[in-house]
């Protein structure tokens, strides 16, 4: 059971009946990828978003992002910004959701921790420059780990435990649950 999963068991238990959650995922891609149409989905993100009736709209890239040279933390950045925008652009709410702790030395990858601070930051900024929920599951995993290793958490040092697959998908309803209010015309406001 992945975290897309338990959001949908998550809002089921708070709002029976009231919500749909679909998992859009595409192992493997990075956020340029989905931004271009070349990640294997339908389109280019907007066309996708053009034909999407959701109303909440979820960004996990991250680790893929890191994990792959094709792009820097400002080139990251760059189309994170692009990414709200488009979602944005259709009237959704777009949230940006961080990945969980890593233990990168366990499969080989040490490269990817030393580059996913940045990357890290770069998810914060935009989320706070372009005033958009975050769902900070790396600060919450990382809090956990100082009770758990980390093999506890990310069983194979990527991937996540089912345990803590269920906390992260928990953490996917808070920006469902805690009401933002407009400040002033043309503010979007999450649920």
């Given amino acids: 059971k992945n975290s897309v999963a338990e959001l949908q068991t998550t809002l089921n238990l708070l709002f ?7 998992n859009k995922a595409l192992p493997g891609t990075n956020l340029e990828s989905l931004l271009n149409g070349t990640d294997g989905g339908p389109g280019t993100f907007d066309s996708r978003m053009a034909a999407s009736d959701a109303l909440v709209i979820f960004s996990n890239h991250c680790l893929n992002d890191c994990n792959s040279f ?16 488009i979602v944005r652009k259709y ?22 921790q030393k580059r996913m601070p940045a990357f890290l930051q770069a998810q914060r900024d935009v ?18 780990s100082r009770m758990y290793k980390v093999t506890d958490i990310a069983g194979d040092g990527v991937h996540l435990t089912q345990a803590s697959y269920q906390a992260a998908g928990r953490n996917l ?14 503010d979007l406001s999450g649920l």
């Fill in 16 to 22: 029976p009946g009231k919500a749909t959650v679909r």
């Fill in 173 to 186: 309803a808070i920006p469902l649950l805690e009401p933002h209010f407009l400040n002033k015309p043309g």
């Fill in 91 to 112: 009237n959704k709410i777009p949230v940006i959701v961080t990945p969980s702790i890593i233990s990168p030395t366990d499969d080989g990858k040490e490269y990817q």
């Fill in 127 to 144: 989320a706070a420059e372009m005033n958009v929920d975050l769902v900070d599951n790396f600060y919450y995993s990382h809090k956990t």
């Fill in 70 to 85: 094709q792009s820097d933390e400002h080139e990251y950045k760059e189309n994170l910004y692009k990414w709200v925008n």
